[in-house]
């Protein structure tokens, strides 16, 4: 199994005052994909990763905030190990279903009644 995985922001949370800053962002929702070439199933892991509180000197406004910076914050910081090992497990799953619903022996299924036709006019 070859899986290639990417990260994707889907959302931020932010203190409209924290201290003397102004729309400090404290959380980011992330999502991490993995996608199987052989297979090219896939699965996401979900997550918010909060922010330490910035002190003045290294704070980016709101407005000036990129994708590119907002990543490399949880990149750097959110270990991946049990992310890709969940997300390894969830496409296993998929390709070799382990639990899948079944019918319940005792109980007879429902008759489907055919629709009744309508005269064409």
């Known amino acids: 199994m070859t899986i290639t995985y990417s990260w994707a ?3 931020l949370k932010k203190a409209p005052q924290l201290g003397d800053l102004s729309d400090v962002i404290t959380f980011v929702d992330f ?7 052989e ?3 896939h699965a996401v892991f979900y997550g918010m990763y909060p922010l330490a509180a910035p002190d003045s000197e290294n704070f980016t406004p709101l407005a000036d905030l990129t994708e590119a910076q907002v990543l490399a914050w949880v990149t750097e910081g959110h270990p991946v190990d049990h ?3 969940r997300i390894q497990e ?3 799953e998929k390709i070799t279903p382990t639990n899948v619903h079944t ?3 005792w ?3 429902e008759p489907v009644e055919p629709e009744e036709e309508t005269p064409a006019e």
């Open 107 to 109: 109980v007879e299924p």
């Open 9 to 11: 922001i889907r959302g």
């Open 39 to 41: 297979s090219n199933e």
């Open 90 to 92: 969830m496409i296993s």
């Open 83 to 85: 992310m890709q090992s």
């Open 103 to 105: 019918e319940m022996p």
């Open 31 to 37: 999502e991490y994909k993995g996608v199987d070439s």
